[in-house]
């Protein structure tokens, strides 16, 4: 199971912090991405770090924002800068599963930029 939190209401220019909490150590296993959608939307991929912390984007978003993890307390974080209206969606992390642990997304959190 995995637990995001840090969304919230935040005004444009502003940062916000996104955690994904694991309840078990699987972090360590596999990669852990964030995702964003809006509604009506697709799932999209923003960016996603391995066990060792190596960190992929989309490029894109490769200037405003950072992917890390602390395996020791299972979680990944997501810190986004310079917030846009337009980035307001439901941020989830997903968990990529190995061969014995399954696949799994977070319940997602929401992130709402005012203008």
């Known amino acids: 199971r995995l637990v995001e939190s840090g969304g919230g209401v935040v005004q444009a220019g502003g940062s916000l912090r996104l955690s994904c909490v694991a309840s078990?150590?699987?972090?360590?296993?596999?990669?852990v991405g964030w995702y964003h959608q809006a509604p009506g939307k697709q799932r999209e991929y923003i960016a996603s770090n391995s066990p060792t912390g190596r960190a992929y984007y989309v490029e894109s978003v490769q200037n405003r924002i950072t992917i890390s993890r602390d395996n020791a307390r299972d979680t990944v974080y997501l810190q986004m800068n310079s917030l846009k209206p337009q980035n307001t969606d439901v941020y989830y992390c997903?968990?990529?599963?190995?061969?014995?642990?399954?696949?799994?997304w977070g319940q997602g959190t929401l992130v709402t930029v005012s203008s």
């Open positions: 997903k968990y990529y599963g190995t061969e014995l642990t399954p696949e799994t």
């Open positions: 078990g150590p699987v972090f360590r296993l596999n990669n």
